[in-house]
């Protein structure tokens, strides 16, 4: 069973920035894309052929830089989220879910 952290629509929005599309990854350049410029398309990156050459290191060092930076925003977004408007785990025990702790807490 998954558990729901995120809602379906919320995943999907995560899903699209962590993959550029390739008109994205061509006009780039040497310029690292800001997170909030993405808006990239899951299915065209999926299609995308996997062709191996020099440039493998760098184009995986740029793809890392990238979802490093949409988790970062993300993050940062749950971080000034209202305490009570955040994603939350459900607790462990039918206790715990009564005195809304959890174990370890």
Known sequence: M???IFDDAELERLRREAIPSSNELATAGDEA???TD?????????????V??????????????????ILEEAILETRSMPLENRPRIPPHTPK????????GS
């Open 2 to 4: 998954r558990s729901k």
């Open 33 to 35: 894309p800001q997170a």
């Open 38 to 50: 993405q808006l990239p398309r899951v299915e065209a990156a999926m299609d995308l052929p996997v």
């Open 52 to 69: 191996g050459d020099s440039d493998d290191d760098e184009m995986v060092s740029h793809e890392l830089e990238q979802m490093r930076s």
């Open 96 to 103: 715990q879910a009564k005195s809304g702790c959890r174990e």
